[in-house]
Nanobody
């Protein structure tokens, strides 16, 4: 299984970005899709997740601004990020947790300027 993120970049505060995670390979028993982020000097944290059969969850810091969605036909998971803040600056990673293992993408940089 391979996960590839795209859509990162530089944006001004208040702007929007849409991250896309494209999955390839033999994917079975999906339990959870998630977007995580890691800022310099900080631990990696969950931003948003889709749990199979249980809906979505978000970090308090992004509720009302970010939306995670999944397209089963395209095997993609998107993260729509609106009203971006400088504190959202980080490398964003896609994660897939399945019955066969946990997989991570290589990350995409998001930089929000003030």
């Amino acid at each position: 299984v391979q996960l590839v993120e795209s859509g990162g970049g530089l944006v001004q505060a208040g702007g929007s970005l849409r991250l896309v995670c494209a999955a390839s390979g033999m994917i079975y028993g999906i339990r959870e899709w998630g977007w995580y982020r890691q800022a310099p000097g900080k631990s990696r944290e969950l931003v948003a997740g889709i749990i199979s059969g249980a809906g979505t969850n978000y970090a308090d810091s992004v509720k009302g601004r970010f939306t995670i969605s999944r397209d089963n036909a395209k095997s993609t998971v998107d993260l729509q990020m609106n009203s971006l803040k400088p504190e959202d600056t980080a490398v964003y990673y896609c994660r897939l947790r399945s019955t066969r293992g946990t997989y991570w993408g290589q990350g995409t940089q998001v930089t929000v300027s003030s």
